[in-house]
C-alpha cells in the first residue's frame, strides 16, 4: 500500500469516527431545563397549619401539653424576631423568588427578610447546632422539575404558624417546588421534629404570580408593633383542640 493511500484510509477512519461520534451526540437527551421559578409570588395565608392539614398535628405528649398551654401573646414576632422559613410562606405577604444557577434567594415583603437556598453542592454547617439561624440553614437540588430543599439549624424560638404551634431545635423542613403552570408553584412542606411531633407531617400551599408591575413593599416591623404592651397573656390556649391519634391496628393472628 502506498503512503498516499494509506494516509487517505487513515483520514477516511478518523472522519468517520467523528462523524459516528457527532451523531451519538445529536441523539444523546439533552439535560432538563430547570423551571423558572423568578418572579413575585402571593401565597395562600394560613394562620393556623391545622386547617391546611385538616386536624392538629401528630404531637407527641410534650407537643400536646405545649399546644394547650401556648401564649399567643408572646409570638415572637411581635417583638419583631424573624418569623422562621416556613410561616414566611404562610403570612399574609408576597415574596420575591430570584433564581440562579448556584442559590436561589427570597425576598419575604413579611419583615423584609432574605432566605437563601444554596444549590452549589455545599453542606449545612458542622456547627448549624451551636449557631443556629431564624430562617435555617437550606441546601436544595433539583430532582427532574421539582426544587426539594432540606433545612435544618432553625432557632427554636420561632413559631412555625400564627396560631402558636412549636418547634424545638431538632427541627427539620423538607419543601418541594413544583411549577405547576405559568403562573403557579405548588408548594408542598413537611414537619419533621421527634420532640412535637410522633411523626413527620405535611402541608400543601399554591403560589400565584403576582400582576405585571406588583413589587415587594417595605416592612419595617417597629412601626408595626406598637401595641406589644396592651397584649394580654392568653392561657390555655383558646384555639386549643387535641384528638390523640388512634393506635395502630393490631395484626390479625398468625401474620
Known amino acids: 500500500m502506498s503512503p498516499l493511500t494509506w494516509r487517505a484510509r487513515a483520514v477516511a477512519a478518523i472522519a468517520a469516527v467523528a462523524a459516528l461520534a457527532a451523531g451519538a451526540a445529536a441523539q444523546a437527551p439533552a439535560p432538563p431545563a430547570r423551571p423558572d421559578l423568578n418572579g413575585f409570588w402571593i401565597n395562600q395565608y394560613t394562620p393556623d397549619l391545622s386547617v391546611a392539614l385538616g386536624r392538629q398535628p ?139 411531633f410522633t411523626r413527620p407531617w405535611s402541608i400543601e400551599r399554591t403560589f400565584t404570580r403576582g400582576k405585571p408591575g406588583d413589587r415587594v413593599l417595605p416592612y419595617t416591623c417597629n412601626e408595626n408593633n406598637k401595641d406589644v404592651e396592651h397584649l394580654r397573656p392568653n392561657q390555655p390556649n383558646l384555639n386549643y383542640q387535641h384528638v390523640p391519634e388512634p393506635p395502630p391496628a393490631k395484626k390479625p393472628p398468625g401474620r
Open 58 to 196: 401528630p404531637f407527641t405528649d410534650f407537643g400536646a401539653e405545649r399546644w394547650r398551654t401556648v401564649d399567643t401573646a408572646k409570638d415572637p414576632t411581635a417583638i419583631c424576631l424573624p418569623a422562621g422559613p416556613s410561616r414566611g410562606f404562610t403570612a399574609p405577604f408576597p415574596f420575591l423568588l430570584v433564581q440562579s444557577d448556584t442559590m436561589i434567594g427570597i425576598l419575604f415583603e413579611y419583615q423584609s427578610i432574605w432566605r437563601s437556598i444554596y444549590l452549589d453542592g455545599r453542606p449545612h454547617p458542622d456547627d448549624l447546632a451551636d449557631y443556629p439561624y431564624f430562617m435555617g440553614h437550606s441546601i436544595g437540588r433539583w430532582d427532574g422539575d421539582t426544587l426539594v430543599v432540606d433545612t435544618q439549624g432553625i432557632d427554636e424560638r420561632s413559631w412555625l404558624d400564627t396560631a402558636g404551634h412549636e418547634h424545638s431545635a431538632t427541627l427539620r423542613l423538607t419543601e418541594r417546588f413544583r411549577k405547576t403552570g405559568p403562573d403557579t408553584i405548588q408548594w408542598t412542606v413537611t414537619y419533621d421534629d421527634p420532640v412535637y
